[in-house]
């Protein structure tokens, strides 16, 4: 089982930046594609970017390509997410997912595995 615990989560002003990061128990950690999806209040989840194991490829979504990086340290167990020129309807739990480890070494997972509990973003205008 792998446990996953998002941090850095907080208020921020519009066109501001912010880190998250998620810290992952699992033991084939450098073995698993990692990523974030996000869920505004009153809409559904929505997947934000994944990096993944086999080739440290990344995907993220239209909306935030290009604001958005999304990067891992294996030695560590760690996957970050560094946001920029943030919005106000970026305002959302933002969480860390995961696959099982070996699966979907490179392409976007049609599913995933672990989810973290997720951490607060807001974003004011």
């Known amino acids: 089982q792998v446990q996953l615990e998002e941090s850095g989560g907080r208020l921020v002003q519009a066109g501001g930046s912010l880190r998250l990061s998620c810290a992952s128990s699992?033991?084939?950690?450098?073995?698993?594609?990692m990523g974030w999806f996000r869920q505004a209040p009153g809409k559904e989840r929505e997947f934000v970017a994944a990096?993944?194991?086999?080739?440290?490829?990344?995907y993220y979504a239209a909306s935030v390509k290009g604001r958005f990086t999304i990067s891992r340290d294996n030695a560590k167990n760690m996957v970050y997410l560094q946001m920029n020129s943030l919005k106000p309807e970026e305002t959302a739990v933002y969480y860390c997912v995961a696959v099982s480890a070996g699966s979907w070494p490179e392409g976007l997972p049609l599913q995933w595995d672990y989810w973290g509990q997720g951490t607060q973003v807001t974003v004011s205008s």
């Open positions: 990096v993944t194991w086999g080739g440290g490829n990344t």
């Open positions: 699992g033991r084939t950690f450098s073995r698993s594609t």
